[in-house]
Each structure stands twice: as structure tokens, then as C-alpha cells.
Nanobody, 127 residues
Framework: QVQLKESGGGLVQAGGSLRVSCAAS????????MGWFRQAPGKEREFVAA????????YYADSVKGRFAISRDNAKNTLYLQMNSLQSEDTGVYYC????????????????????WGQGTQVTVSS
């Protein structure tokens, strides 16, 4: 099984930047894609970004395109999310997740197809 641990969350002013990380351990050879999701209070968990582990194909939610960048370091088994021009609407708990069988690109946009999740890291953007 794969274990995931997020780090790097915190409090930032609107317009600022933050980078969150996700370290994977365990059976990392089974990872085919990883993603970031977020959940604001009272709202459902929503897709933010995803990346295939080998090819590096990237997918973003429309709300973060041009502001966020997902990347990975395969040697370190670490996933990153660079967040720029942060807005109050970006506030929430950010979760990383890993997928072990990518059937279609569309599957990476849904939390239902991910196999393991981290505990989450809080990102708060003050206006």
C-alpha cells in the first residue's frame, strides 16, 4: 500500500504564494498518477490538479489554471503544488491522492478513482 503525507500548508495573504508537498512511501512503484483535491468548510471535495507519474501529463481545474502548477519528483517520490495569486476562494484542506490504474484521463478528475489519500494540509488565504 502507498502512504501519503502532505506538508507546507499555512496562512497567506490574498495575492501571495504557497507550495504544498506530498511525500509518498510504501509501494510507490504502483503509482500511475497523483492528484490534488481540496475541501472548503461545508463543501464537497473538489479536483484541483493531477499529473501522470511517468509521462507527466498535467490536468487542472478551470478555477486554478494559470495560477497553480503541479509537478512531481519521481526520484524523491514527492508531489508538489505551487500556488500563486492565491484568492480567498482557495482556502481549504488540500489533499493529495494516488491512483494505481489510470483508465482514462477523465478519471483523474474524480476522487472516486483514487486508491490512497493523505491526511490533508490546511491552506488559509486571508483577504
Amino acid at each position: 500500500q502507498v502512504q501519503l503525507k502532505e506538508s507546507g500548508g499555512g496562512l497567506v495573504q490574498a495575492g501571495g504564494s504557497l507550495r504544498v508537498s506530498c511525500a509518498a512511501s510504501g509501494r510507490t512503484s504502483s503509482i500511475t498518477a497523483m492528484g490534488w483535491f481540496r475541501q472548503a468548510p461545508g463543501k464537497e471535495r473538489e479536483f484541483v490538479a493531477a499529473i501522470t507519474w511517468i509521462g507527466g501529463s498535467r490536468y487542472y481545474a478551470d478555477s486554478v489554471k494559470g495560477r497553480f502548477a503541479i509537478s512531481r519528483d519521481n526520484a524523491k517520490n514527492t508531489l508538489y503544488l505551487q500556488m500563486n495569486s492565491l484568492q480567498s476562494e482557495d482556502t481549504g484542506v488540500y489533499y493529495c491522492a494516488e491512483m494505481e490504474s489510470v483508465t482514462a484521463a477523465q478519471a483523474m478528475l474524480s476522487p472516486d478513482y483514487y486508491d490512497n489519500w493523505g491526511q490533508g494540509t490546511q491552506v488559509t488565504v486571508s483577504s
